[in-house]
């Protein structure tokens, strides 16, 4: 059984820049969450998509905007990026969006100069 | 105003004695918690996870205790092991309403420590 993947592992952008990172969920799960955890912080949700949908967001900006595709893969763009941006970004998937038991990718290190 | 708290930012304890770790929270609309474990460099492993109509969960070494009426959940860990050094976190879920479905908050982890 394949676990969550993430790529790349780290990123270095400037600010302003427009930013794409990739996740491929564990086997057999269909909904995939995006979390932002800064430094010494808890991870933050940013949203879920169950079945190519946006299933529910969090408390960030428009900027950020998510994909899911029919092979239930995902990405997180992140648009006009700003220094506060900088930050370890989970995907995690679940069986379904109902199932609450989510499990974790690698992260992808973003670093914005 | 932070839903889940984990107060403790750290605990060092002797390889085979028991670790505690806490975790407080103030939303009683909360009905489900886990348990993460993550190393450096790694994404958050799960744990453990109990549903809020128990009030016990054990697996292997882990157990979790949830005490309702208090708002608190606990994970101990028996008997602690050297590979067991790792951040963890605490995390709810609340019942599925509006546009937040699929949230699960987050404390902000406590590092254990477990000495040889």
């Known amino acids: 059984e394949t676990g969550v993947t993430q790529s790349p592992t780290h990123l270095i952008k400037t600010r302003g820049q427009q930013v794409t990172l990739r996740c491929s969920s564990q086997?057999?799960?269909?909904?995939v969450s995006w979390y932002q955890q800064a430094l010494g912080q808890g991870p933050q949700f940013i949203f879920q998509y169950y079945r190519e949908e946006e299933n529910g967001r969090g408390n960030f900006p428009p900027r950020f905007s998510g994909l899911q595709f029919p092979n239930y893969s995902s990405e997180l763009n992140v648009n006009a990026l700003e220094l506060d941006d900088s930050a370890l970004y989970l995907c995690a998937s679940s069986l379904a969006a109902g199932i609450k038991t989510q499990y974790f990718g690698p992260g992808t290190r973003l670093l914005v100069l | 105003d932070q839903q889940v708290k984990q107060n403790s930012p750290s605990l060092s304890v002797q390889e085979g004695r028991i670790s505690i770790l806490n975790c407080d929270y103030t939303?009683?609309?909360?009905?489900?918690f886990l348990w993460y474990k993550k190393y450096p460099a790694e994404g958050p492993t799960f744990l453990i996870s109990?549903?809020?109509?128990?009030d016990k969960n054990e697996d292997g070494r882990f157990t979790v205790f949830l005490n309702k009426s208090a708002k608190h959940l606990s994970l101990h860990i028996v008997p602690s092991q050297p590979g067991d050094s790792a951040v963890y976190f605490c995390a709810a879920s609340p019942l599925n309403y509006g546009g937040s479905q699929g949230n699960l908050i987050f404390g902000k982890g406590t590092k254990l420590s477990v000495k040889p």
């Open positions: 939303n009683s609309m909360f009905d489900y």
């Open positions: 086997s057999g799960h269909n909904t």
């Open positions: 109990i549903s809020s109509i128990k």
